[in-house]
């Protein structure tokens, strides 16, 4: 099948992905854009693995202010080069992810940062609330609220608050899609969340 130039550029441009891989992805789905993407976001993502190791020692500091002046936060986003860090996309990111923490008041970056004394007294408490249920099948369902807990305060597990603009993603699947579109490792590496009222 014969790919126009065009094409690879609209996909390029829509993806940031390079211009080979954007050929040999619409080649592949034989023209349909769509399933170009998801060939690119699948390769993407492994991309984005590989880039995990490289250090991200460059970033802003972005901050969000609610209208009400009540809540604020500040975010640290990194990366490896000071020209992606000076990227309007790349600031932008780091708004949005300031923006979500103001609204949806996670507690840790990832799940890795989760002390184990505070997981293992959750898993408990969904235990005892699992009592009156048979006995097989209480862990599995101690196991599933301890998995939707850590969903509500690990930030890289949250589906962004604007479901919107963001199709549902989750913030881990955002910043994949920075990761790769940038081609360097991007890391959310810390966040304060202020709240007037709140110790």
């Known amino acids: ?31 349909a854009v769509d399933k170009a993407i998801e060939i690119l976001r699948v390769k993407g993502e492994a991309s ?8 991200a020692s460059e970033g802003v500091v972005e901050s969000y202010i ?3 002046g009540k809540i604020g936060v500040i ?3 990194d990366c490896e080069t000071d020209f992606v860090a000076r990227n309007d996309d790349f600031r932008e990111f780091a708004r949005e992810i300031a923006l ?5 008041a996670p507690r840790y970056v990832t799940e890795d940062e989760v002390p184990e004394d505070e997981r ?14 048979p006995e097989n099948v209480r862990p599995k369902i101690a196991e599933g609220k301890l ?25 881990e699947q955002l ?5 790769t579109k940038t081609g360097e490792n991007v890391v959310i590496k810390r966040f304060a969340r202020f709240s007037v009222g709140e110790g």
Not at 100 to 104: E, G, L
Not at 175 to 179: D, K, M, Q, S
């Open 1 to 31: 099948m014969n790919i126009s130039a065009s094409a690879v550029k609209a996909l390029r441009e829509q993806t940031g992905a390079g211009m080979m891989a954007c050929k040999k992805a619409l080649t592949e789905a034989e023209g």
């Open 100 to 104: 979500h923490v103001a609204a949806a």
């Open 175 to 179: 910043r994949t899609e920075a990761a």
């Open 75 to 77: 975010v640290e986003v």
């Open 48 to 55: 984005a693995a590989k880039r995990g190791e490289r250090a």
């Open 120 to 133: 293992q007294a959750e898993l408990r408490v969904f235990e005892e609330q699992a009592a009156d249920k």
């Open 66 to 68: 609610h209208a009400n």
């Open 147 to 171: 998995r939707k807990w850590l969903e509500e305060v690990v930030l890289l597990n949250q589906e962004h608050v604007n479901g919107d603009k963001h199709d549902g993603k989750t913030i």
